[in-house]
């Protein structure tokens, strides 16, 4: 994948040419069972390409490992619930994510898949949470700071489009490629990796990168420390 990407727009189309057993992409596919429509994946598109013309002078790229069905699967975004974007997160307000923006849900309210939580306010993920929080706790503008996965598409286990899996080796070798994409999009960043797996890859491909722990499986409070660590050392606020 030896592409250079002059703009936004272009990077999604990119992205949305990928296709593999076992994904799921958020920008190209329609779930007919659990997409609101299809025009949910021109809805988490738009989305995307609003996040990225919003932080095209952004200074911190986080990047975690694979994209969750409780995060970007719905939301286009990385570590961004649904839940946010509809303004139904008791922390976390929509105009951080996309300031002054036509938010619209792509889950579908009326599927068997979805609990009645989930039907009634869109999924939400404990990472998003925590990140998004991090963010505002330490106040830096929403729109310097990047959120990513390695593997940027949602793998999910078997036939449950509603589960995650670890990506795999050759997922994180076609993944690499669009982290890199990204920082060649947005310059300059200081790319943290989001656990030691996060590390680990990026610096098998030659990444320079931070490292703080992931918040899930009970590490939030370390993540927390980290990251304040982090922004602190990076000068605070930009």
């Not at 898949?113 to 306010?121: A, E, G, H, P, V």
Request: proline residues 7%; charged residues 20%.
């Amino acid at each position: 994948m030896a592409v250079t990407v002059v703009t936004a727009e272009e990077f999604i189309e990119k992205l949305q040419q990928y296709s593999s057993p076992q994904v799921f992409n958020p920008w190209a596919d329609y779930d007919t069972e659990c997409d609101i429509g299809p025009q949910a994946p021109v809805i988490r598109a738009a989305n995307f390409l609003r996040y990225l013309k919003l932080r095209q002078n952004a200074h911190f790229l986080f990047i975690a490992e694979g994209l969750g069905y409780q995060g970007g699967h719905f939301s286009g975004m990385a570590m961004t619930s649904e839940r946010i974007l509809l303004g139904n997160h008791p922390d976390v307000e929509p105009q951080a994510v996309l300031g002054e923006w036509d938010y619209r849900r792509t889950s579908n309210p009326d599927s068997p898949r979805l609990n009645r939580t989930q039907k009634l306010y869109g999924f939400n993920e404990p990472t998003a949470t925590v990140m998004w929080n991090a963010i505002a706790r330490h106040g830096l503008s929403p729109y310097d700071t990047v959120l990513w996965n390695i593997f940027p598409f949602h793998p999910y286990k078997g036939s449950n489009i509603l589960s995650n899996r670890t990506p795999t080796g050759e997922e994180l070798d076609v993944g690499i490629e669009y982290a890199w994409l990204l920082m060649q999009l947005i310059p300059g960043m200081t790319v943290v990796a989001i656990g030691r797996k996060s590390q680990q890859t990026l610096g098998k491909y030659g990444v320079a990168c931070e490292c703080v722990p992931h918040p899930s499986m009970g590490g939030a409070n370390a993540f927390k420390k980290a990251v304040a660590e982090l922004f602190a050392a990076q000068g605070g606020e930009k």
